[in-house]
């Protein structure tokens, strides 16, 4: 059964069907109509944020599964709402994939979707579909911020900069799996936990300057918080890495702290502190998430690194999930 | 020059460069963090529709410029906030692409849609750049609209069916600008006008019942608008169509009717009023537009159509543009 089977009026009724019910308390119109009505509370800002997914650029069908790759969509983008502290209210879920797209592949991505989505609260309210030639997956995802309250991109001189969890999993996850994937094997890809309770929690610290997730790699990503004319000199040893990782990276032929620090897809929040604001325990108490204190931030630019760290797209670094 | 030749980062700040000083006062924080915040009026809700434009299904790099391109998609995404009645506050733009997209039509699409954005004062406020086979653009309009007053699809027995401006047009300029392309020559199509001032009033009158834009055909959007159980007989003399329309479809080989019903892409507002509400002067006036009355909603399911009309993605109507 493939989506020419159906026509779009089908699957779009098979969307609908599936999205029911998960229709939370802050859509006045969900999924159906010209367009998805969103309420706020009073004094609430509107936070938006959109990510896309493609096909043999961010997953694979013969290795990943449909579902993990709907999961992981959602998950990726509403790490960018944990990111600014927002509440999630909603997203819109584009589609543009070959008419001879097998219906299995369009379900298991729709399942995938709307399991993230009922994990979050983050119903489904509209979308789009169009037939294309290769798949890809266009999300948008809505939230909600009090007025003033978003974390943006902001650290000073003298502020603690600190992360949330650990990072370089998500890279030595992928290397295993490609790994897996070339001997002919299974290979699931962890699912990201977007840390949007963390991010409710950092806007209402006072003395929180700014916010990030940790999405291209800890040093580009560090780079963002920074801004220019800032660095945080960061001391290897204080890294926060999985269980037994260095001994994993080097059984994947990957540099640990290089991983660690340019693996890129932690969704981990980085975030910068002002001076007499609280320290790694009280955050992560805060938080209820495990917080490491990554360093100080110091005026000027960083020391050169060695190797151009972080993913771009369009020629940058060497191909990659 | 290609987008490779310059990365993601580069083009990614050659967007922000574009999009600054279109920020309005509805902009809380612009393109360039994490997400994106917009501001509300007290009392109002926010509306969020999602469109996607493909190579080879949606326009084609060897006939549209790569301006019309972006235009057009910026212009059909707003249709959705008209149909609301919702006012616009901002986009998000994703744009997926080769590494080999020469930069030239990179930036046509930029200016394209900043024009159109500037023009309807729904500023650029982020978006996604990925790598890709083949070029889509992947829109996501937001909108405010007065708490409850937001337009749905809705109609009752009893109510008149009106539709703004003129049908047709747009795919008598489509099957035009076909034959020219096949022909060499250059075909420029024009750019629809969302019908947002007529969609804000439209929302200010009580007796308007519902509301779509036509971006189907005349006669699938009219479904969407009815609803099942409910249909509107519609006089074929009645259709608004543009001056010398008949004559022009012969010419190009189209049935009048049929364009005008089926042909889609008109971006005009289509909506039922209640019986007791204003006739086509006065809401012409009200709307500051050409309204046409089309008919009376009945009870009971519409005749069968001679042939299945509108676009489908999918698998539907043959391949349209």
């Known amino acids: 059964m493939k989506l020419q089977d159906l026509g779009e009026a089908a699957l779009i009724a098979r969307i609908e069907r599936a999205a029911r019910g998960g229709q939370g308390p802050g859509v006045a119109l969900g999924i159906g109509d010209d367009a998805a009505v969103l309420r706020l509370r009073a004094g609430e800002e509107c936070v938006v944020s959109s990510d896309v997914r493609v096909e043999d ?33 909603g997203f819109t879920w584009s ?26 609260a983050c119903p489904l309210v509209g979308g789009n579909l169009s037939r294309a030639r290769e798949t890809s997956l266009s999300l948008t995802v809505l939230g909600a911020a009090r007025r003033g ?27 295993r799996a490609e790994r897996r ?9 962890p699912v990201p936990e977007p840390r949007l309770r963390a991010g409710l929690a950092l806007a ?6 700014g916010c990030v997730d940790v999405s291209d790699g800890l040093e ?34 990957l540099d640990p702290l290089e991983t660690a620090l340019r693996g890129g897809e932690d969704y981990e929040l980085l ?51």
């Open 57 to 89: 650029v961010h997953f694979r069908w013969r290795t990943d599964s449909p579902r993990g790759v709907g999961r992981t969509a959602l998950a990726a983008a509403l790490s960018d709402l944990a990111a600014m502290g927002a509440r999630p209210l």
């Open 95 to 120: 589609l543009a994939a070959p008419a001879s797209l097998a219906l299995a592949r369009f379900d298991g991505l729709l399942r995938g979707l709307l399991f993230e989505a009922r994990r979050h």
């Open 149 to 175: 309250q978003a974390l943006r991109r902001e650290a000073r001189a003298g502020d603690r900069v600190f992360v949330t969890g650990r990072l370089g999993g998500s890279a030595l996850a992928r290397a």
């Open 181 to 189: 994937g070339r001997a002919g094997g299974g290979a699931r890809l």
């Open 204 to 209: 209402r610290i006072a003395a929180v300057r």
């Open 220 to 253: 580009v990503d560090l780079g963002h918080l920074l801004g220019p004319g800032l660095h945080c000199p960061l001391d290897p040893a204080r890294l926060p890495t999985p269980r037994g990782f260095a001994a994993a990276c080097r059984r994947e032929g």
């Open 271 to 321: 975030f910068a502190v002002a001076p007499r604001g609280p320290g790694a325990a009280a955050l992560s108490r805060r938080l209820a998430v495990a917080v490491t204190e990554l360093g100080r931030v110091r005026r000027g630019a960083p020391a050169p690194a060695p190797a151009r760290g972080g993913w771009q797209h369009f020629g940058g670094a060497g191909p990659r999930r």
